[in-house]
């Protein structure tokens, strides 16, 4: 917002005899003592004023300023001790005798304006008009406090090019320098406060943060700085405004917004007069549990720092200009006396304040059946038994830099004055005369002023007026003694190298909270390692949800946006906080199904070894005999084989592993087949071969069975030659049918050659099952057919059900489900066909006769 000035012009001239004649003075409170060249100061002395009538039917009043400063009285006196410094100093400025004028601004910006306007326009009753050399009224004005009188003031001394240095305004906007050209301060633009409030907030890790600014220039250009600053890492739970006639309405709305806030820090860009009257409203509605954050105009108020306000604003952390102990002044403010001169009709103001007296003349103007009987001011009581603001040292703050303003000014004049004809900085390289100077010469040195002052710090302006950015750091606390302390607890410097801006001592800060610890002040909590935010819609960014990450995805920050997903190996963890190596998945020999999956393979093999011995021992029985038994020992030698090739399923997939046992899976069931294949052709042939006229047989002998059998199963070696030579199968991490883990499983490589190698089983069985399917009604003397058929029938059954449940099976039971297929296909063989004849050659060995069997 931009401040609206509006100037009263109430001085007027006359014309006679060539002279100007000013008609009226503006009556103002002022400190004043004549020198070679004059200083202008403006000070806000006093902050209850009574504004005069302007309904124009009666010539206005003065306006009114009671309520006297101590502290701010303490400051103007820290400009004069700066003059009366330099005047005793033989080297700074010699031969040459520095006076002042000071102004009361009575915190009215028409009041500010009628000073500036006095200091300016000089004092002289009546101004020559053939007579226009010699020094301005002041060469340069230390001032005004506020931002916004500031402003005000700059744009008008900046058309003369007067300097004016505040010591207190810390606007941003001051540092434009089109507009505002002659302006200096020796207190850090709020742009630099507004980075040290924002450092802290960040250093703390409060990202929900309030912010409070009053209505007018300093308030608003840092509320917006701060809106800006703030944005990369928080957010701003509720902005409010101070209003500027302090409506106790608008403190209520303010007081409501802070209590349904869930935000428990916030900043406030306010000047003591205000916080002064908000921090009522604070006590009345018992705002307690909040971390405030003190813009420098208030965070060294001792009026605000009081027992009083202490339950509710105590632990404040605010950020202050430096502190700097001045040698000699608190002699100085001792030294204090009061005066009849008009010219300082503050003095006698201050000391009536001070020991609560009044002078003689105040006293016979006292209407005494109004006021009550006061004590007469003798002008020597004893200033050193006070204990007020006024002798108070321990914060001298804005003292140190009124004395920094004064010294200043003091240097570029004495640069000015010595400078050397023929080398100066203006046109023809002449210089400046210091009994006639004008301000704008004395703007070229001042913006050059470098030098390091009494305390050993250094004091300059940078191109834009701007004083070095450093602040202190403070902390209200309660003192040893009861009364409240505001503490240094660090130091902020923009001159330092990035990420050393800050300094806290933490240690030292006290937290006016329950729990004594640093508060939280955050509209979500933070989301931890395996989880990421959601922002919720239509909140600000820093109120959000926090969501887990999803399977192979993790988050290793606090407040991630976002997860990451794993690589291809790799999967969360279960707090989805690292990448780890996926789990390989075989079926191995240790786990419970390897193991009961060899066992029953090695049983089946032992159950087959044991038929054949049996078969062997017992080779010269009827029954043994009657179903060939040569094809009958290769068939268990070839089940044998089925049953140890499912061991080659299992176990960790090889390049060794993953050939054999397709290889050895097709040739031994191919075989197996083929021997059941040949034995029904045989039933069939030898059924045949007991007719009348039939001599089949001998069209197929021993050797040609031998020829069948060897010629089924080459067919089927083929078939494995070709894949294996064409595309092998191989081991291979398979990724796609488990996110969290990998499985290892051999890779069938050409998948026209596998499905040939099952095709051509399938076909062996297929022509089996029909055969002896045709064959199991031939008389009981050849009942083998049945056997066959039977066994046929569940060798298809089993491999038929296989196709689903080996597409459907996740991970190593795939292949449980193939050396199932396999183990089943190879018991249902060996039981069909063998449990019978070993039924009678163990069990029921008389039927294990000739006639046994011709008798059946």
């Known amino acids: 917002m931009k401040s609206v000035l509006y100037l009263y012009v109430l001085t007027g001239v006359t014309f006679s005899e060539n002279v100007c004649r000013i008609q009226e003075w503006f009556q103002l409170q002022t400190l004043h003592k004549k020198g070679d060249i004059m200083l202008g100061g403006i ?93 301005p009224p002041v060469v340069g004005i230390v001032g005004d406090p506020l931002s916004s009188h500031s402003i005000a003031i700059s744009r008008i001394l900046g058309l003369f090019r007067i300097p004016l240095i505040s010591y207190y305004a810390s606007c941003s906007c001051l540092s434009n320098k089109i507009d505002y050209p002659s302006f200096f301060r020796t207190v850090p633009s709020d742009a630099f406060q507004v980075k040290a409030m924002v450092q802290i907030i960040k250093h703390f890790g409060w990202t929900w943060v309030g912010v409070i600014g009053t209505d007018d220039d300093y308030g608003q250009y840092a509320v917006n700085s701060f809106h800006e600053e703030i944005k990369p890492f928080g957010c701003i739970a509720f902005t409010e405004t101070f209003p500027k006639a ?116 105040d006293v016979t103007e006292q209407n005494v059946s109004v006021l009550p009987v006061t004590n007469v001011c003798t002008g020597y009581e004893d200033i050193n038994i006070t204990r007020t603001a006024y002798t108070d040292l321990t914060e001298s703050r804005a003292p140190y830099n009124v004395y920094k303003a004064v010294y200043a000014l003091a240097h570029a004049l004495h640069q000015l004055m010595f400078c050397e004809n023929g080398k100066g900085p203006f046109e023809n390289n002449t210089c400046a005369y210091i009994k006639s100077l004008q301000p704008w010469q004395l703007m070229h040195y001042l913006k050059k002023v470098n030098f390091t002052n009494r305390l050993g710090e250094r004091v300059a302006f940078d191109e834009n007026g701007d004083a070095l950015a450093v602040y202190d750091i403070v902390n209200w606390q309660r003192a040893s003694d009861g009364s409240v302390n505001i503490k240094t607890i660090g130091v902020y410097d923009e001159a330092a190298s990035k990420g050393q801006e800050l300094f ?87 786990d419970a199904m390897g193991i009961t999956l060899t066992a029953t393979a090695i049983f089946g093999s032992c159950m087959s070894v044991g038929v054949l011995v049996v078969f062997i021992y017992y080779r010269n029985t009827p029954v043994v005999k009657a179903n060939n038994s040569e094809l009958s020992f290769l068939l268990l030698l070839s089940l044998t084989l089925c049953f140890l090739c499912s061991l080659c399923f299992i176990g960790e997939p090889s390049n060794a592993n993953c050939t054999l046992r397709h290889v050895v899976f097709g040739i031994s069931f191919v075989l197996s087949i083929s021997c059941i294949l040949v034995k029904t052709i045989v039933v069939i042939m030898a059924f045949k071969a007991t007719l009348p006229g039939n001599n089949m047989m001998k069209w197929f002998g021993v ?134 004849k070993c039924y009678i050659i163990l069990l029921k060995p008389e039927k294990n006769t000739k006639k046994a069997l011709m008798g059946r």
């Not at 902050?47 to 306006?63: C, G, I, L, N, R």
């Not at 919720?536 to 999803?550: I, L, N, Q």
């Not at 489900?817 to 190879?826: D, P, R």
């Open 246 to 361: 302090q409506e106790k309405f608008r403190y209520l709305q303010i007081i409501n917004t802070i209590k349904l806030s869930t935000a428990k820090v916030i900043v406030v860009f306010s000047s003591t007069a205000n916080l002064l009257a908000f921090s009522t409203e604070i006590i009345q509605h018992n705002l307690t549990n909040r971390q405030w954050i003190a813009s420098e105009g208030w965070s060294t108020s001792s009026v605000v720092a009081s027992n009083e306000n202490f339950p509710f604003l105590g632990g404040t952390i605010g950020i202050a200009i430096r502190r700097g102990r001045i040698p000699g002044l608190d002699n100085f403010l001792l030294q204090i006396r009061p005066s009849s001169d008009p010219n300082n009709n503050l003095i006698p103001r201050f000391w009536e304040s001070m020991f609560e007296c009044k002078f003689p003349e």
């Open 504 to 590: 806290l001592s933490e240690y030292d800060i006290f937290w006016n909270f329950d729990s004594g610890k640093v508060p939280e002040s955050v509209c979500s909590q933070s989301c931890q390692p395996g989880t990421r935010k959601a922002t919720r819609k239509g909140e600000p960014v820093c109120c959000f949800d926090c969501v887990p990450c999803a399977d192979g995805e993790i988050s290793r920050e606090t407040d991630s946006v976002e997860c990451f997903q794993c690589p291809s190996e790799f999967w969360s963890n279960p707090s989805r906080t690292q990448c780890i190596l996926k789990e390989i998945e075989f079926l191995s020999y240790e």
């Open 43 to 135: 000070f806000e002395l006093t902050y209850t004023s009574f504004v005069p009538d302007f309904t124009f039917t009666a010539k206005p009043e003065k306006w009114k300023c009671e309520s006297l400063d101590f502290e701010v009285f303490q400051w103007a006196h820290a400009m004069i001790f700066a003059i009366e410094e330099i005047n005793q100093d033989p080297v700074l400025l010699p031969n040459i005798t520095l006076g002042y004028r000071l102004y009361d601004n009575c915190l009215r910006l028409q009041v500010a304006l009628r000073a500036a306007m006095n200091l300016i326009g000089g004092l002289n009753d009546s101004i020559p008009d053939n007579d226009c050399r010699g020094l």
């Open 703 to 836: 050797t040609q069975q031998r020829g069948t059998v060897f010629m089924f199963t080459f067919i089927q070696s083929l078939i494995c030659v070709v894949w294996l030579s064409s595309a092998p199968p191989f081991p291979s991490k398979n990724i796609k049918y488990h996110n969290s883990k990998i499985i290892f499983e051999c890779d069938v490589g050409s998948f026209i050659g596998f499905s040939c190698l099952l095709g051509y089983i399938g076909l062996l069985a297929g022509i089996s099952f029909v055969l002896a399917f045709l064959a199991r009604n031939l008389p009981d003397t050849f009942n083998e057919a049945k056997f066959i058929t039977f066994s046929m029938l569940i060798f298809c059954a089993v491999w038929i059900t296989f196709i689903p449940a080996y597409i459907s099976s996740p991970g190593k039971y795939t292949v449980a489900v193939e050396i199932f297929a396999i183990l089943a296909s190879s018991f249902g063989l060996l039981g069909a066909i063998f449990a019978p």
